[in-house]
């Protein structure tokens, strides 16, 4: 019986812990994204790890971690701009571009990040 779900598809949290090592590397030498950041990206590297596990099927260790994503709250913080989307969601494609995904798992991730990097525009 093929896989029910993205997260398994993908192969579970191997997958998402390669997409957010990538999509990290990324952050740590933008100058734009950089700053909203804590000095250790660890932390919300896991933080994002754990909720797209989730989110696509996976275990639910971000809840158990965090409670309720509240996503548009936890972001209300930082300043985030078209300009720190379209930075967002460049570094996020090219994650999911070298992810080795399918097309239809790629289209079906990229079409999630491009929503929810406009959802949480707050300036």
Known sequence: MP??????????????DALT???YASV???EVLRPLYPEDLEPP??????????????????DDERGSPRLRAR???FKIGALERDR???????????????????????TYFEAVASHLVNC
């Open 75 to 77: 972001h209300l913080p």
């Open 45 to 62: 590297r896991r933080h994002l790890l754990l909720f797209l596990a989730q989110f696509w099927g996976g275990p639910r260790a971000y």
């Open 3 to 16: 896989p029910s779900n993205l997260y398994d598809r993908l192969g579970g949290m191997a997958f998402f």
């Open 28 to 30: 740590a030498t933008d």
């Open 88 to 110: 967002w969601l460049q570094h996020m494609t090219a994650a999911v571009e070298a992810s080795g995904a399918g097309p239809l798992e790629k289209a079906q991730l990229l």
């Open 21 to 23: 090592i990538h999509f």
